[in-house]
């Protein structure tokens, strides 16, 4: 299973970004996806994750409501949509994707996945 994410970049604070992620390779039912972002010296934190059927969603602590996971018209893509951005989202973000037959579960551990993107850069300025 391959992961590739992009959309990373430069903002200023109270600005957005969207990041693209797609997730290719065999899997017998779909790909439970999630984002989680890291900075440098730090633990990796979760972002926020999708079931592969019917879109069940989860953020992590106080990220809902500022972002977004959702699927693209693909079904291997996810989309994370970030508003009101701040300093403290800087941050490399990861994407990652889990082959599951499970419809609904949603995976909000980074140990839960086994297949990661090489990370974005996001750099939100004050």
């Known amino acids: 299973v391959d992961v590739d994410e992009s959309g990373g970049g430069l903002v200023q604070a109270g600005g957005s970004l969207r990041l693209s992620c797609t997730a290719s390779?065999?899997?017998?039912?779909?790909?439970?996806m999630g984002w989680f972002r890291q900075v440098s010296g730090k633990e990796r934190e979760f972002v926020a994750a999708?079931?592969?059927?019917?879109?069940?969603?989860y953020y992590g602590d106080s990220l809902e409501g500022r972002f977004t996971i959702s699927r693209g018209s693909a079904w291997n893509m996810v989309y994370l949509q970030m508003s009101s951005l701040e300093p403290e989202d800087t941050a490399v973000y990861y994407c990652a994707a889990q082959p599951l037959t499970t419809p609904h579960v949603v995976l909000t551990r980074s140990s839960d996945y086994d297949h990661w993107g090489q990370g974005t850069q996001v750099t939100v300025s004050s």
């Open positions: 999708i079931s592969w059927r019917d879109d069940i969603t």
């Open positions: 390779g065999r899997t017998l039912g779909g790909f439970a």
